[in-house]
């Protein structure tokens, strides 16, 4: 039999399935899902929700919790200490609050720092592992895929103003591919079930050209017989992470960035980790933090945390480089992506519509841990070449506006020979007596993960938790009662008041971009920061062709934990990922409004600058790049 014959047998099975889906309209019966999610715990999620929900909530301070985490002694504890406040972390310290715990978490740089403001933005249950899991017969890759897919759609439906549904198109150049794509990803939509977000469908050449005018008709020695489009989520990530950060605060989590563990204090007499000495790295402060349980959340530096508490532990972290490029919205229409399953050297690339731009990547790749990645010119070459054989665009160097490298933090098993354990999956473990690690997965999972995570400290630490884990029913802070249509309130209720360079307040309207973007960034808190515009007159946007507003610097540095220059144009708004020439020219007056807000000295103000400049020459744009432009110019 010919390797296409088996390939197409190993499909036919599910695929005949799959049909049903489509004949039935999607409804598919699966048993219902076993999490703790769906037991009794109704109450509590109303009292937990109306607590997040309230449009009069206002995060305690950063001195508050600052404050809270000195109060933790050694007869008075936390229950719950979390390192480091990407995804995992804030979600361990959302979990364990939603729980009744006594929770604190501290973060060594901003919320989403890391890789978890790197992502490829992407919610997805894992194509490729679904496809991984029918040729090797692997029952453990299908297991993630059903379990990811189930995750997807509880992250969309609880923070609905951050994430949505994407349509994403998979170009197929000869007929077999056309039923292998739709055979594939029809399975996809039955494992789905029930959390399916629309069914996949194929599309001629004709309508795949109408849906996707920059889609080339023909390729290298080859032509477009049709498409094959299906969904899976999209978010934007660090705003995801800081409504994460936000919304554990307001259940009572005392949360801290810009400080970090120094070391562990440990019993004396059974040598279990009982706490940390933190540093605040905005005042330079020490003090010590006590905790009946420590969790390890510190993403690929979780390594270094596990040798704070054993100097011998072996490593479980093996990085991978992942790199995408930003482009502009012309090379992607809104509201559909482009996904090519197999490359030249087989690897999966993507081009996705992303806060109006374009972002295409990715790499993976072997590298090593450091603060600041940054993505090697070659990288970039390869996804534009990539990119290039399918697109009638001409694809250029010049083009790239913003270009950044994350750190994905593969697990592995600390004693194995070799790199066959490197695992998708997440791993929890205690290899030392009160220091739970939590690492490995993806951000599609972090609610899991976080509840894993917290079980296992729970468990560790002998606490008392007031109830099971709520989080799988609990909208995040701006989501609950949020609607797509909730924009409109705000361009019809709000002007931007503006100072001219002479000095002069004049109103400006509250354009549709403007309130689109207040409305998805901050969800129901929206109205919150167009007030800050109309009656503090920074209704002024802060780059060109950009909705930022100046009232947001604002908003975040007294609402979201905004420290810094650079918190503000990295994680609470994506400039420095969308283009990094816009956040290098709205620097200026971020800071000049952050320096209003935090007091800031002259020398403070400049140092500032200074850092956010350094941290931008990271972004290889076209304008800061060192590039030899070679095919694409």
């Not at 020490?286 to 490593?315: H, I, L, W």
């Not at 990645?373 to 694809?395: G, M, S, T, W």
Request: aromatic share 8%; with cysteine; charged share 20%.
């Amino acid at each position: 039999m010919s390797a296409t014959a088996t390939r197409l047998l190993r499909v036919a099975t599910v695929a005949t399935a799959a049909v049903a889906v489509t004949a039935c309209g999607g409804a598919v019966l699966l048993p219902p899902s076993v999490s703790s999610n769906d037991r009794g715990v109704g109450p509590v999620v109303e009292s937990m929700r109306r607590t997040i929900s309230d449009p009069n909530a206002i995060v305690p301070s950063r001195s508050v919790q600052e404050s809270t985490l000195m109060g933790a002694s050694s007869t008075s504890p936390l229950d719950i200490l979390v390192v480091g406040g990407g995804a995992t972390g804030c979600g361990v310290a959302l979990d364990a609050a939603t729980r009744g715990l006594r929770v604190g978490l501290v973060e060594r740089e901003d919320f989403s720092s890391g890789t978890s403001s790197r992502s490829t933005k992407l919610i997805h249950g894992g194509v490729r592992y679904l496809e991984k899991a029918v040729f090797n017969l692997d029952y453990g890759q299908l297991k993630l895929v059903f379990h990811a897919l189930e995750e997807r759609k509880q992250v969309i439906e609880n923070a609905p103003h951050l994430c949505h549904a994407l349509p994403c198109m998979t170009p197929c150049f000869n007929w077999f591919e056309v039923v292998y794509y739709w055979m594939g990803l029809k399975m996809y939509d039955l494992v789905a079930g029930r959390h399916i977000l629309h069914l996949s469908r194929y599309y001629s050449v004709q309508e795949s050209i109408e849906l996707f005018p920059t889609l080339a008709r023909k390729g290298k020695d080859k032509s477009l017989r049709g498409t094959v489009v299906y969904y899976d989520g999209q978010m934007n990530d660090s705003r995801l992470n800081v409504g994460l950060a936000c919304s554990a605060a307001l259940a009572g989590a005392a949360v801290l960035n810009h400080a970090e563990v120094v070391s562990f204090l440990k019993d004396e007499g059974s040598e279990r980790i009982i706490g940390a000495k933190i540093r605040d790295n905005l005042s330079g402060q020490e003090f010590e933090t006590y905790a009946k349980v420590v969790v390890n959340a510190a993403g690929p530096f979780c390594d270094s945390v596990r040798k704070m508490g054993n100097k011998d532990a072996q490593p479980m972290i093996c990085p991978s480089s992942g790199v995408h490029v930003v482009l502009p919205d012309y090379y992607s229409p809104e509201g559909m992506g482009l996904i090519v399953p197999k490359t030249k050297d087989g690897r999966v690339i993507f081009m996705l519509p992303w806060l109006g731009r374009t972002v295409a990547g990715t790499t993976d790749s072997n590298t090593s841990i450091t603060a600041l990645p940054e993505p090697h010119e070659d990288e970039i070459q390869f996804i534009l070449d990539a990119i290039c054989d399918y697109l009638n665009v001409k694809v250029r160097r010049t083009d790239v506006l913003s270009a950044w490298s994350g750190i994905r933090p593969l697990a592995m098993d600390p004693t194995a020979k070799n790199t066959e354990s490197i695992s998708r999956d997440h791993v929890v473990c205690e290899d030392f007596p009160g220091l739970v690690t939590i690492t490995g997965g993806k951000w599609t999972t972090y609610r899991s993960m976080a509840e894993d995570a917290v079980n296992a400290a729970i468990k560790s630490g002998k606490l008392s938790p007031r109830n099971e884990c709520i989080t799988g029913n609990l909208r995040l802070v701006g989501g609950d009662g949020w609607e797509s249509s909730s924009f409109t309130v705000l361009a019809q209720q709000y002007v931007r008041m503006k100072k001219t360079h002479g000095g002069k307040v004049v109103p400006g309207v509250m354009d549709t971009a403007s309130a689109k973007h207040l409305s998805h960034a901050y969800g129901t808190l929206a109205e919150r920061v167009a007030t800050i515009a109309q009656n503090e007159t920074l209704g002024k946007r802060l780059a060109h062709g950009y909705p930022y507003l100046e009232a947001e610097v604002a908003y975040c540095a007294r609402n979201e934990y905004c420290e810094s220059a650079i918190d503000f144009i990295a994680r609470r708004s994506r400039l420095a990922f969308l283009d990094t020439d816009a956040a290098g020219r709205a620097l200026p007056r971020i800071i000049e409004i952050l320096a209003k807000e935090h007091n800031w000295d002259r020398s403070r103000q400049k140092q500032e600058m200074q850092k956010a400049r350094e941290f931008l020459e990271t972004f290889k744009s076209s304008k800061n790049a060192q590039f030899h432009d070679g095919k694409h110019q």
